[in-house]
C-alpha cells in the first residue's frame, strides 16, 4: 500500500513521458489524476494510521542490493505522515497552478511527478542509503524545472542549486557510509542502526558532514546562498514545492538522522546549534527587509522561519519536538500560499518589484481578492493567532524556552520582524493609489483562487485546531528522544 | 432561561464574527445588487442580539456567585492550553459596555458611511473588531487574550487602512501595526517565559502562582516588564503612543470603539495581570513612570493640535495613563472605574466630533465656529462628553477621583498634584475646543452647517443620556474586587483637600482657556520662544522623527548591510569558489599541447616532488646507502 504513493507518481511520470500530446491538455490531466490518486490514498492511510503507537507502520521490505547492505525498506510514522501529506497536496496544487499553456508540457509533468515521487520516497525510506538514492532522484527533475521553465537567470541559479544540493548529498552520504563503517553494521537499516554503541567522539566525527549537508537543504546560515537565486528563478508551482515540501527534507533529516541516530552527539552541539538558529532567523529577517523583489522577500523569511525549526530540534524536549514537525507543516502550507499569491500577481502585473507596483488593492481594476488573500498570509506567516503560524510557533518557542532562553528570544525578535518586512510589501504593493500603468490588469477568476483558498482554509482549521496536526507526531516525538 | 443565556454567555464573540462573515458576500463583490447596505443591517442586527444577550445575562449573574467556564484546548507534551472564560459581574459588565458602545458606534457608522462604497467591508470589519473585543472582555486566560489582543491588531490595521489609497493613511496603519506589534511580541515573550515557568495562565490562578513559585528577582522583573509591554502599544503609552494619533486618519465611527474600549482592552488585560507586578517592585514602579510620562506629554501635546480629532486622541493616552499609575499602585478598582468612566466619555466626545467632521467636511479647528446654534445636538453632547471626562461637575471622573481619595486607598500628594495637571490641561484642552468649533463667529466651512442625520443623532443622544447617568453605575453595583483590601486612612490631610483642589484645578483650566484670545488659541504665534514652543507640543515632542531617525534607520541601515553582507560576502565568496575553478580550469587547459616532451617533463616533475615529499627529511638514509654502494 505505502509504496503506492512512490509508484503511482513513478508510473504517472513515465506514462505522460511517452504519451503522444502536443498541446499539453492530455499531459496535464493525467498529471492531475495522479496527483489526486496519491492524495486520496494518502488521506486512506491516514485513516488507517494508528497514532497511539510510535514506530514504522505500513512496512515494506524487498531485498534489493544485499551485498552492499541497501534493501528496500520503506515505512512511515509520526514524523513523515503530516510530510507526506504536505508533499502530496502541495504536488496537486503545484500542478493545477501551472500555465495551461507551458512548453514542453510532456516533459514538464513528467518530471514534476519524479519529483514528488523522490520527495516521498526520502520521507518514506528506512534505509540509510534508500534515503540517500531518494534525496538524490529528487534534485535532478527540479534542476531541469528551474533550468529550463525559470527566469532570466535560470542558468546560473540551477547550477549553483545543483551543486550546493549535490555537495549535501556527498556530505549526508559520508556520514552514513561512516557510521556504518564504525559500527561494522552489515545493512542501512535505520531501525537496527539507533541501538549502536559508537563513543562521543566517533558520534561526532560522523554527526558533522550530516549537519552541513542538512544545513545546506533547510538551508541555514550561512549555507542559505542558492534558495533566494533559486526561488526568484522559479516559476510558481516549482517555488511553492521547493519551499513547502523540498526544504524539509532537510529539517526531516535532521530530526530523523541527526536527532535518531547521534543523540549523544547532538545534544552536545546543540546549545551551538540553537545560537546558529537565532542567528539565521535574526539574518533571514533582516535580508529580506532590504529585498525589492517580492519572491526574495518570501524566500529570506523561509530561511527565518526553518529556523525556527532548527531551534525547536536543538531543545530536543517532546514538545519542542513535535513542535518542530508542526511547524514544518505550517511553513510548508504558508509559505506555499504567499508564492502562490506572488505568482498571480506577476502573472498579472508582469512585475514583482515592490517599488514599481501600487495600489493593487483597487476593487474594480486591481487584484482585490488577491490583495485580501495575501495580507490574510502575511498575517498567517508574522504569526498572527487563530492562523497555524502562530500556534506552531508558540509551541517551538514554549518547548524551546526552558532550555535556551536566550536563542528563543533572538528567534522571537525575529517574528517580530515578520511583520515588518511583508508589511512593507503590503504597504506598497497594495495600498496607496494604483499606478495608470497598471490600470487595467486581467481579472482573476474565482477559480484561479481556488488552490490559494484550500490552503487558507488548511491554515485556519490547523491554527484553531492544532491537535489535528500534533496528534499525529506527538507519540513519535517522545519514541524519537527515548531510544528504539 | 436566564440561566441559560447566562451559561451560554461565551457565544457572545460569535455574534459579531458570524456577522462579519454574513456579510463577505457583500465586501467581496460577489452580491452587488442590493447594494452594500444589507451588510451593514445584518451587523447591527447581530451587535443587537449580542446586547440583549449580554444585558440578560448581566442583571442574572448578581445572584449568583462567580463561576469559570473552562474549555481544554491543546494537549501536548507537558503543555495543556487551555481557554478559560469568565463569569463575573465585572466580565459580564464589560461585555455589556462593549456590546452597548459598539452597537451604538455601528448605527452611528450607518449615517457617517453612508456615501462610502465599501461600506460593506468596514461592517465586516467592525464584526470582526466587536468579536474580538467581547472575546477580551470575557477571557480568564492570558493566553486567550494575547490571541484576542492581537487579532485587534490586526483589525485596527485594516480599519486605519480601510481608505488604503490615502498616502497618510498608508503609514498611519502600518505604523499601528508595527508599533503594537512590538508590544505584543515583548508579551509574547512574557506569556512563553511565564508558561515555562509553571503558570498555568489563567489569570484568575495568577496569584496563587504568584505566591508559590518564586522567581528570581531579575527573572520576575523581565517577567513583569514584558507583561507591561503588551499593554503600554495597545493603550498608546509612551514610548509606543503614537500609533494612536496617526490612525485617527481612519474612519472615525472606527475611531469611537479605538479611543473608548479598544485601548481600554489592552488596560482591561493589565489589570487582569496585576498580581504579577507584585512579584517585582520594579514592574510596578515601571507601570507608575510609564504612566505619569505619558500622563504628563500627552497632555501637553493634545492642547496644541489644530486637528480635532488628534487633540482628542492624545488626551485618551493621558487617561490611559492614569490606568497604568492606578494598576502600578495596586488599585484596580479604580484603574476599572477610570476605565469606564473615561470610555463612556470619549465616544460621546468622538461621536461629536465625527458629526462636525461629517457636516464640515473639515478636521481643522482653525477653520470652524460658531456652530453652536446649527447643531445644538452635537454641541450638548460635546459639553457633556467633556464634563464627564473633567473634575468639574458632578459626573464621572469626578466620582472616580472621589473614590481615589476618599481614604479607602494610601494617596499621595503627588498623585494629587498629578491628577490636578491633568484635570487642569484636560479643562483647558476641551474648553479651547468648544470655544473654537462651537462659540464666536461661523468661518467659511461652517457657514451652512445642517445638525446630522437621525443615523447619527440618535447614538449621540442616547450616549449623551448614558453619560449624564453613568455616576450612578459604580453607586448601584458592586465592582469591587481588590485582592487587597482598602486601607481606610480616613484623617490624611491629602484626603481632606483632594477634592476642592480638583475643582479648582478644572475651574483654573477653564478660565484659562477662555481666557486667551481666541485668535490666539491657534494661531501659529510670532513670538519665536513661544512658537517654538507650540510647535513642540504640536509636533508631540517630535519623537516621531526622533524614531525616525534612531529605530528606523537603525533597522533599515542594519537591513541594508545585512543584504549587503550577504550579497557580497557569503555569496561573493561563493561564487569565488566556483571562479576560482572555472578560472584554474580554463588556464590549464592550455597545457594540452600535444606535444610528448611537455607530458613527460610534466610527469617527471610530478614524480620527483612526490618522491621530495616522501623523502624529505630522510635524505641521509639515501645518500648513505649510495655512498655504501660506491664504497
Given at each position: 500500500?505505502?509504496s503506492?504513493?512512490?509508484?503511482i507518481?513513478?508510473?504517472?511520470?513515465?506514462v505522460?513521458?511517452?504519451?503522444?500530446?502536443?498541446?499539453?491538455?492530455m499531459s496535464?490531466n493525467?498529471a492531475?489524476f495522479t496527483?489526486l490518486?496519491?492524495l486520496?490514498?494518502?488521506?486512506?492511510?491516514?485513516?488507517?494510521?494508528?497514532?497511539?503507537?510510535s514506530g514504522f507502520q505500513f512496512?515494506?521490505y524487498?531485498?534489493?542490493?544485499?551485498w552492499i547492505g541497501?534493501?528496500y525498506?520503506?515505512?512511515?510514522?509520526g514524523?513523515s505522515?503530516?510530510?507526506?501529506?504536505?508533499?502530496s497536496?502541495?504536488t496537486?496544487i503545484a500542478i493545477i497552478v501551472?500555465?495551461?499553456?507551458i512548453a514542453?508540457p510532456?516533459?514538464y509533468?513528467s518530471?514534476?511527478?519524479l519529483l514528488?515521487?523522490?520527495a516521498?520516497?526520502a520521507?518514506l525510506?528506512?534505509d540509510?542509503l534508500?534515503f540517500f538514492?531518494?534525496y538524490?532522484?529528487?534534485?535532478v527533475?527540479l534542476?531541469?524545472?528551474?533550468?529550463?521553465?525559470?527566469?532570466?537567470r535560470?542558468g546560473?541559479?540551477?547550477?549553483?542549486f545543483?551543486?550546493y544540493t549535490?555537495v549535501s548529498?556527498?556530505?549526508?552520504?559520508?556520514?552514513?557510509l561512516?557510521?556504518v563503517?564504525l559500527?561494522?553494521?552489515?545493512?542501512f537499516a535505520?531501525?537496527p542502526?539507533?541501538s549502536?554503541?559508537?563513543?562521543l567522539?566517533?558520534?561526532?566525527?560522523?554527526?558533522a558532514p550530516?549537519?552541513v549537508?542538512?544545513?545546506i537543504?533547510?538551508?541555514?546560515f550561512?549555507?542559505?546562498?542558492?534558495?533566494?537565486?533559486?526561488?526568484v528563478e522559479?516559476s510558481?508551482?516549482i517555488?511553492?514545492?521547493?519551499a513547502?515540501?523540498?526544504l524539509?527534507?532537510g529539517?526531516?533529516?535532521?530530526?530523523?538522522?541527526a536527532v535518531g541516530?547521534?543523540l549523544?552527539?547532538?545534544?552536545?552541539?546543540?546549545?551551538?546549534?540553537a545560537?546558529l538558529?537565532?542567528i539565521?532567523?535574526?539574518?533571514g529577517a533582516s535580508?529580506?527587509?532590504?529585498q525589492k523583489d517580492?519572491?526574495?522577500v518570501v524566500?529570506y523569511s523561509s530561511?527565518?522561519?526553518m529556523?525556527?525549526?532548527?531551534?525547536?530540534?536543538?531543545?530536543?524536549t517532546r514538545l519542542s519536538?513535535t513542535?518542530?514537525v508542526?511547524?514544518?507543516?505550517s511553513?510548508?502550507?504558508?509559505?506555499?500560499?504567499?508564492f502562490?499569491?506572488?505568482?498571480?500577481?506577476?502573472?498579472k502585473?508582469?512585475t514583482r518589484d515592490?517599488?514599481?507596483?501600487?495600489g493593487?488593492?483597487?476593487?474594480e481594476?486591481?487584484?482585490p481578492?488577491?490583495?485580501g488573500?495575501m495580507?490574510l498570509g502575511?498575517?498567517a506567516?508574522?504569526?498572527l493567532?487563530?492562523?497555524?503560524g502562530?500556534i506552531s510557533?508558540?509551541?517551538?518557542?514554549?518547548?524551546?524556552?526552558p532550555?535556551?532562553p536566550?536563542?528563543?528570544?533572538?528567534c522571537?525578535?525575529?517574528t517580530?520582524?515578520?511583520?515588518?518586512?511583508?508589511?512593507?510589501?503590503?504597504?506598497?504593493?497594495?495600498?496607496g493609489?494604483l499606478?495608470q500603468?497598471?490600470?487595467?490588469?486581467?481579472?482573476?477568476?474565482w477559480?484561479?483562487?481556488?488552490?490559494?483558498?484550500?490552503l487558507l482554509?488548511?491554515?485556519?482549521?490547523?491554527?484553531?485546531q492544532?491537535s489535528?496536526?500534533v496528534?499525529?507526531s506527538?507519540?513519535q516525538?517522545?519514541a524519537?528522544l527515548?531510544?528504539? | 432561561?436566564?440561566?441559560l443565556?447566562?451559561?451560554?454567555?461565551?457565544?457572545a464573540?460569535?455574534?459579531?464574527?458570524?456577522?462579519?462573515?454574513?456579510?463577505?458576500?457583500?465586501?467581496?463583490?460577489?452580491i452587488?445588487?442590493?447594494g452594500?447596505r444589507?451588510?451593514?443591517?445584518?451587523n447591527?442586527l447581530?451587535t443587537?442580539i449580542g446586547f440583549?444577550h449580554?444585558t440578560?445575562?448581566?442583571?442574572y449573574?448578581?445572584s449568583i456567585p462567580t463561576?469559570?467556564?473552562?474549555?481544554?484546548?491543546?494537549e501536548?507534551a507537558?503543555l495543556?492550553?487551555?481557554?478559560a472564560v469568565?463569569?463575573?459581574p465585572v466580565?459580564?459588565?464589560?461585555?455589556?459596555l462593549?456590546?452597548?458602545?459598539s452597537l451604538?458606534a455601528?448605527?452611528y457608522a450607518?449615517?457617517?458611511?453612508?456615501?462610502?462604497?465599501s461600506?460593506?467591508?468596514?461592517f465586516?470589519?467592525m464584526?470582526?473588531?466587536e468579536?474580538?473585543?467581547?472575546g477580551i472582555?470575557?477571557?480568564?486566560?492570558?493566553f486567550?487574550s494575547?490571541?484576542?489582543l492581537e487579532l485587534?491588531?490586526?483589525?485596527t490595521y485594516l480599519l486605519v487602512?480601510?481608505w488604503?489609497a490615502?498616502?497618510?493613511?498608508?503609514t498611519?496603519?502600518?505604523d499601528?501595526?508595527?508599533t503594537?506589534r512590538?508590544g505584543d511580541?515583548?508579551?509574547l515573550m512574557?506569556i512563553?517565559a511565564?508558561?515555562?515557568?509553571?503558570?498555568?495562565?489563567?489569570f484568575s490562578?495568577?496569584?496563587?502562582?504568584?505566591n508559590t513559585?518564586?522567581?528570581?528577582p531579575l527573572t520576575?522583573a523581565?517577567?513583569?516588564?514584558?507583561?507591561?509591554?503588551?499593554?503600554?502599544g495597545k493603550c498608546a503609552?509612551?514610548?509606543?503612543n503614537l500609533?494612536?494619533d496617526?490612525a485617527?486618519e481612519?474612519p472615525?465611527p472606527?475611531?469611537i470603539l479605538r479611543?473608548?474600549i479598544v485601548?481600554?482592552?489592552?488596560?482591561?488585560?493589565l489589570?487582569?495581570l496585576?498580581p504579577?507586578?507584585?512579584l517585582?517592585p520594579v514592574s510596578?514602579?515601571?507601570l507608575?513612570?510609564l504612566?505619569?510620562?505619558?500622563?504628563?506629554?500627552t497632555?501637553l501635546?493634545?492642547?496644541?493640535q489644530i486637528?480635532?480629532?488628534r487633540?482628542?486622541?492624545h488626551?485618551?493616552s493621558a487617561?490611559l495613563?492614569?490606568?497604568?499609575i492606578?494598576v502600578?499602585?495596586?488599585q484596580?478598582?479604580?484603574a476599572f472605574?477610570?476605565?469606564?468612566?473615561?470610555?463612556?466619555?470619549?465616544?460621546l466626545l468622538?461621536m461629536?466630533?465625527g458629526a462636525?467632521?461629517?457636516?464640515?467636511?473639515?478636521?481643522?479647528?482653525t477653520e470652524?465656529?460658531?456652530l453652536w446654534?446649527r447643531?445644538?445636538?452635537t454641541?450638548?453632547?460635546?459639553v457633556?462628553?467633556s464634563a464627564?471626562?473633567l473634575a468639574?461637575?458632578?459626573?464621572?471622573?469626578?466620582?472616580?477621583?472621589?473614590?481615589w481619595?476618599n481614604?479607602?486607598?494610601?494617596?499621595?500628594w503627588?498623585?494629587l498634584a498629578l491628577l490636578m495637571f491633568v484635570?487642569?490641561l484636560?479643562?483647558?484642552?476641551?474648553t479651547r475646543?468648544?470655544?473654537v468649533?462651537?462659540?464666536g463667529?461661523?468661518?467659511?466651512?461652517?457657514?451652512r452647517a445642517?445638525?446630522v442625520n437621525?443615523q447619527?443623532?440618535f447614538?449621540?443622544v442616547s450616549l449623551?443620556?448614558?453619560?449624564?447617568?453613568?455616576?450612578l453605575?459604580p453607586m448601584g453595583?458592586?465592582?469591587?474586587?481588590s485582592?487587597?483590601?482598602?486601607l481606610?486612612?480616613?484623617?490624611?490631610?491629602?484626603?481632606q483637600?483632594?477634592?476642592p483642589l480638583?475643582?479648582a484645578s478644572?475651574?483654573?483650566g477653564?478660565?484659562?482657556?477662555?481666557?486667551?484670545p481666541?485668535?490666539?488659541t491657534?494661531?501659529?504665534s510670532?513670538?519665536?520662544?513661544?512658537?517654538f514652543?507650540?510647535?513642540?507640543?504640536?509636533?508631540?515632542?517630535?519623537?516621531d522623527?526622533?524614531?525616525?531617525?534612531?529605530v528606523?534607520?537603525g533597522?533599515?541601515?542594519?537591513?541594508?548591510?545585512t543584504a549587503w553582507?550577504?550579497?557580497?560576502v557569503?555569496d561573493?565568496l561563493?561564487?569565488l569558489v566556483?571562479l576560482a575553478?572555472?578560472?584554474?580550469?580554463?588556464?590549464l587547459k592550455?597545457n594540452t599541447?600535444?606535444?610528448s616532451?611537455?607530458y613527460?617533463l610534466?610527469?617527471?616533475?610530478?614524480?620527483?616532488?612526490?618522491?621530495w615529499?616522501?623523502?624529505n627529511?630522510?635524505?641521509?638514509i639515501v645518500?648513505?646507502?649510495?655512498?655504501?654502494l660506491i664504497?
Amino acid at each position: 500500500m505505502l509504496s503506492a504513493l512512490i509508484l503511482i507518481p513513478l508510473v504517472g511520470a513515465i506514462v505522460i513521458g511517452f504519451f503522444p500530446d502536443k498541446e499539453g491538455k492530455m499531459s496535464r490531466n493525467l498529471a492531475i489524476f495522479t496527483a489526486l490518486s496519491v492524495l486520496v490514498i494518502n488521506i486512506y492511510l491516514g485513516w488507517q494510521f494508528d497514532t497511539s503507537v510510535s514506530g514504522f507502520q505500513f512496512s515494506e521490505y524487498i531485498p534489493w542490493l544485499q551485498w552492499i547492505g541497501l534493501n528496500y525498506s520503506i515505512g512511515i510514522d509520526g514524523l513523515s505522515f503530516p510530510l507526506v501529506c504536505l508533499n502530496s497536496l502541495l504536488t496537486l496544487i503545484a500542478i493545477i497552478v501551472t500555465d495551461k499553456s507551458i512548453a514542453r508540457p510532456r516533459f514538464y509533468y513528467s518530471i514534476l511527478l519524479l519529483l514528488s515521487c523522490g520527495a516521498v520516497g526520502a520521507f518514506l525510506a528506512k534505509d540509510l542509503l534508500l534515503f540517500f538514492l531518494f534525496y538524490e532522484l529528487e534534485i535532478v527533475p527540479l534542476y531541469f524545472l528551474i533550468a529550463i521553465w525559470g527566469g532570466k537567470r535560470r542558468g546560473y541559479a540551477a547550477m549553483k542549486f545543483l551543486l550546493y544540493t549535490a555537495v549535501s548529498g556527498i556530505l549526508v552520504l559520508a556520514s552514513f557510509l561512516g557510521l556504518v563503517w564504525l559500527t561494522g553494521a552489515d545493512s542501512f537499516a535505520y531501525e537496527p542502526l539507533r541501538s549502536h554503541t559508537l563513543s562521543l567522539t566517533s558520534q561526532l566525527l560522523v554527526i558533522a558532514p550530516l549537519l552541513v549537508g542538512v544545513f545546506i537543504k533547510i538551508p541555514i546560515f550561512p549555507f542559505h546562498t542558492w534558495l533566494p537565486d533559486a526561488h526568484v528563478e522559479a516559476s510558481t508551482p516549482i517555488s511553492v514545492l521547493l519551499a513547502g515540501v523540498l526544504l524539509k527534507l532537510g529539517t526531516y533529516g535532521l530530526l530523523r538522522f541527526a536527532v535518531g541516530l547521534f543523540l549523544d552527539a547532538w545534544v552536545i552541539l546543540a546549545p551551538w546549534m540553537a545560537i546558529l538558529a537565532g542567528i539565521s532567523a535574526l539574518y533571514g529577517a533582516s535580508c529580506a527587509i532590504a529585498q525589492k523583489d517580492m519572491k526574495k522577500v518570501v524566500a529570506y523569511s523561509s530561511i527565518a522561519h526553518m529556523a525556527y525549526i532548527l531551534l525547536g530540534v536543538s531543545a530536543t524536549t517532546r514538545l519542542s519536538i513535535t513542535a518542530s514537525v508542526f511547524q514544518m507543516v505550517s511553513h510548508g502550507l504558508i509559505s506555499a500560499l504567499l508564492f502562490l499569491l506572488v505568482g498571480v500577481v506577476y502573472k498579472k502585473t508582469g512585475t514583482r518589484d515592490v517599488e514599481s507596483l501600487r495600489g493593487l488593492l483597487n476593487p474594480e481594476r486591481g487584484l482585490p481578492v488577491t490583495g485580501g488573500l495575501m495580507i490574510l498570509g502575511v498575517m498567517a506567516s508574522s504569526g498572527l493567532p487563530g492562523m497555524v503560524g502562530f500556534i506552531s510557533e508558540f509551541l517551538v518557542f514554549r518547548g524551546s524556552f526552558p532550555i535556551f532562553p536566550i536563542p528563543t528570544l533572538l528567534c522571537l525578535v525575529g517574528t517580530g520582524l515578520t511583520a515588518v518586512y511583508f508589511l512593507l510589501v503590503i504597504n506598497k504593493v497594495f495600498f496607496g493609489r494604483l499606478t495608470q500603468s497598471l490600470a487595467r490588469l486581467p481579472q482573476v477568476k474565482w477559480v484561479e483562487h481556488a488552490p490559494a483558498f484550500t490552503l487558507l482554509f488548511l491554515i485556519i482549521a490547523f491554527g484553531i485546531q492544532p491537535s489535528w496536526v500534533v496528534h499525529w507526531s506527538e507519540v513519535q516525538a517522545v519514541a524519537l528522544l527515548t531510544g528504539s | 432561561m436566564a440561566e441559560l443565556l447566562l451559561k451560554s454567555i461565551w457565544i457572545a464573540p460569535f455574534y459579531g464574527l458570524l456577522g462579519a462573515i454574513l456579510s463577505l458576500p457583500w465586501s467581496l463583490g460577489i452580491i452587488r445588487r442590493t447594494g452594500p447596505r444589507p451588510a451593514a443591517y445584518i451587523n447591527i442586527l447581530m451587535t443587537f442580539i449580542g446586547f440583549v444577550h449580554a444585558t440578560i445575562a448581566l442583571n442574572y449573574i448578581w445572584s449568583i456567585p462567580t463561576e469559570k467556564l473552562v474549555f481544554h484546548w491543546l494537549e501536548v507534551a507537558d503543555l495543556n492550553l487551555t481557554l478559560a472564560v469568565e463569569l463575573s459581574p465585572v466580565s459580564l459588565g464589560a461585555l455589556e459596555l462593549v456590546t452597548g458602545i459598539s452597537l451604538l458606534a455601528q448605527i452611528y457608522a450607518l449615517g457617517y458611511m453612508e456615501k462610502d462604497w465599501s461600506l460593506a467591508r468596514f461592517f465586516s470589519l467592525m464584526g470582526f473588531f466587536e468579536a474580538a473585543l467581547v472575546g477580551i472582555a470575557l477571557s480568564d486566560s492570558l493566553f486567550l487574550s494575547y490571541g484576542l489582543l492581537e487579532l485587534l491588531t490586526l483589525s485596527t490595521y485594516l480599519l486605519v487602512g480601510f481608505w488604503y489609497a490615502q498616502p497618510l493613511v498608508v503609514t498611519a496603519a502600518r505604523d499601528a501595526f508595527l508599533t503594537k506589534r512590538v508590544g505584543d511580541i515583548v508579551l509574547l515573550m512574557g506569556i512563553v517565559a511565564m508558561s515555562s515557568y509553571g503558570a498555568d495562565l489563567n489569570f484568575s490562578d495568577l496569584e496563587s502562582w504568584a505566591n508559590t513559585f518564586p522567581l528570581h528577582p531579575l527573572t520576575a522583573a523581565l517577567v513583569g516588564l514584558s507583561l507591561i509591554a503588551g499593554p503600554t502599544g495597545k493603550c498608546a503609552q509612551f514610548p509606543l503612543n503614537l500609533w494612536l494619533d496617526e490612525a485617527m486618519e481612519g474612519p472615525n465611527p472606527a475611531g469611537i470603539l479605538r479611543n473608548s474600549i479598544v485601548v481600554s482592552a489592552g488596560a482591561y488585560v493589565l489589570i487582569k495581570l496585576q498580581p504579577v507586578f507584585t512579584l517585582s517592585p520594579v514592574s510596578s514602579d515601571a507601570l507608575i513612570i510609564l504612566g505619569t510620562v505619558t500622563v504628563i506629554g500627552t497632555s501637553l501635546m493634545a492642547i496644541a493640535q489644530i486637528d480635532i480629532k488628534r487633540a482628542l486622541s492624545h488626551s485618551t493616552s493621558a487617561y490611559l495613563g492614569l490606568v497604568f499609575i492606578a494598576v502600578g499602585l495596586g488599585q484596580v478598582d479604580i484603574a476599572f472605574l477610570l476605565l469606564f468612566t473615561h470610555a463612556i466619555a470619549k465616544a460621546l466626545l468622538f461621536m461629536s466630533a465625527g458629526a462636525v467632521i461629517l457636516t464640515t467636511s473639515n478636521q481643522n479647528v482653525t477653520e470652524m465656529g460658531g456652530l453652536w446654534s446649527r447643531m445644538p445636538a452635537t454641541a450638548i453632547a460635546f459639553v457633556v462628553g467633556s464634563a464627564g471626562l473633567l473634575a468639574l461637575t458632578p459626573m464621572g471622573m469626578f466620582w472616580t477621583f472621589q473614590r481615589w481619595f476618599n481614604g479607602s486607598w494610601d494617596t499621595d500628594w503627588w498623585l494629587l498634584a498629578l491628577l490636578m495637571f491633568v484635570n487642569a490641561l484636560s479643562a483647558i484642552n476641551l474648553t479651547r475646543l468648544f470655544r473654537v468649533i462651537f462659540l464666536g463667529k461661523p468661518q467659511m466651512k461652517t457657514r451652512r452647517a445642517p445638525e446630522v442625520n437621525w443615523q447619527m443623532a440618535f447614538p449621540m443622544v442616547s450616549l449623551t443620556v448614558v453619560t449624564l447617568l453613568a455616576p450612578l453605575a459604580p453607586m448601584g453595583w458592586n465592582l469591587w474586587l481588590s485582592p487587597n483590601a482598602p486601607l481606610l486612612v480616613p484623617n490624611a490631610q491629602v484626603t481632606q483637600w483632594a477634592m476642592p483642589l480638583l475643582i479648582a484645578s478644572g475651574v483654573l483650566g477653564c478660565i484659562i482657556a477662555t481666557a486667551i484670545p481666541r485668535r490666539k488659541t491657534w494661531a501659529r504665534s510670532s513670538q519665536v520662544v513661544v512658537r517654538f514652543f507650540q510647535d513642540l507640543l504640536a509636533y508631540d515632542f517630535y519623537i516621531d522623527r526622533l524614531y525616525q531617525v534612531t529605530v528606523v534607520a537603525g533597522v533599515s541601515l542594519l537591513a541594508k548591510f545585512t543584504a549587503w553582507i550577504d550579497r557580497y560576502v557569503v555569496d561573493g565568496l561563493v561564487n569565488l569558489v566556483s571562479l576560482a575553478t572555472i578560472f584554474s580550469g580554463n588556464t590549464l587547459k592550455y597545457n594540452t599541447t600535444g606535444k610528448s616532451q611537455f607530458y613527460i617533463l610534466t610527469m617527471v616533475l610530478g614524480i620527483s616532488i612526490l618522491l621530495w615529499s616522501l623523502l624529505n627529511g630522510q635524505w641521509s638514509i639515501v645518500t648513505n646507502y649510495w655512498s655504501s654502494l660506491i664504497q
